[in-house]
């Protein structure tokens, strides 16, 4: 029975710890235990121990730091989060492919959350021009996480009006997903370009939106409501976005 062998393993590992103090892995094997039983506060309490202690094997504590990051931004607490990162950052500087398995993106995620597109710039913009996210190349898990990065940075780039550089954020964003396998794609980087083409005329010259640019404006939205499955909270909000704009564009012009 798994969950007796994990009431085991909890027992053990308790009695570890308490004869040797220091022993960073069994600390980490504690929580683990306690994460697959569904104690993730518990568990989490145990790897915050696990990771004070520099003798942590690095893919221990890589798992422990991550799963503190996460936890943090499930709860909404962007600058815990935020903390948590910095710890796995730094942990890693001298080994860069390490340090780029850091989830930025669930940090970036809870910053979000509470629409402070300021704090998703400062902290994602320059990690983006430096190419220190995680490469697509390296597997599925490290393009989903540059993908989900991407978006952010260009959807805090056009609450900023920083347009130009939104829009070489989203190219990337728009052929990373293009690459990837169609009932695996995401909906938001369609999204966030109609809302880039509306942005740019916005701050057009011409005070008028021509015929072509207001087809191309609903195409886009009509992309971003496409295979929206509406899997998560920002796919759902777009999905919402775009089902008023394109209501809005199919009014009669008084």
């Known amino acids: 029975d798994c969950r007796r062998k994990l009431s085991t393993a909890v027992k053990d590992y308790t009695r570890a710890v308490k004869l040797n103090p220091d022993n960073a892995d069994a600390y980490f094997k504690l929580g683990a235990a306690y994460q697959n039983l569904g104690r993730s506060q ?42 948590w990162f910095e710890q796995c950052d730094e942990r890693f500087k001298e080994k860069v492919e390490w340090q780029k398995q850091c989830h930025l993106d669930d940090v970036a995620s809870a910053y979000l959350q509470q629409k402070k597109f300021d704090d ?27 993908y989900r990065l991407l978006i952010y940075l260009a959807w805090a780039l056009l609450e900023q009006k920083n ?46 939106t021509s015929e072509a640019d207001r087809d191309a404006i609903r195409v886009a939205w009509e992309q971003c409501r496409q295979n929206n499955l509406l899997k998560t909270e ?21």
């Open 163 to 208: 347009t130009t550089f939104a829009k070489t954020v989203l190219d990337e964003a728009i052929a990373l997903d293009q690459s990837t396998p169609q009932d695996q794609q995401s909906p938001i980087s369609r999204c966030l370009y109609a809302r880039f083409l509306e942005e740019s005329q916005a701050a057009s010259a011409e005070p008028f």
């Open 120 to 146: 998703i710039s400062a902290l994602l913009f320059n990690r983006f021009t430096t190419d220190r996210f995680p490469q697509a190349s390296n597997g599925r898990d490290y393009q989903q996480r540059r």
């Open 234 to 254: 920002d796919e759902v909000y777009w999905y919402n976005i775009s089902t008023k704009r394109l209501s809005a564009m199919r009014e009669p012009e008084p």
């Open 42 to 83: 518990v568990g989490n309490r145990q790897y915050e121990i696990a990771v004070s202690y520099s003798t942590l094997q690095d893919d221990l504590a890589l798992e422990a730091l991550n799963s503190l990051i996460l936890e943090s931004s499930k709860n909404r607490n962007p600058e815990r989060a935020k903390t």
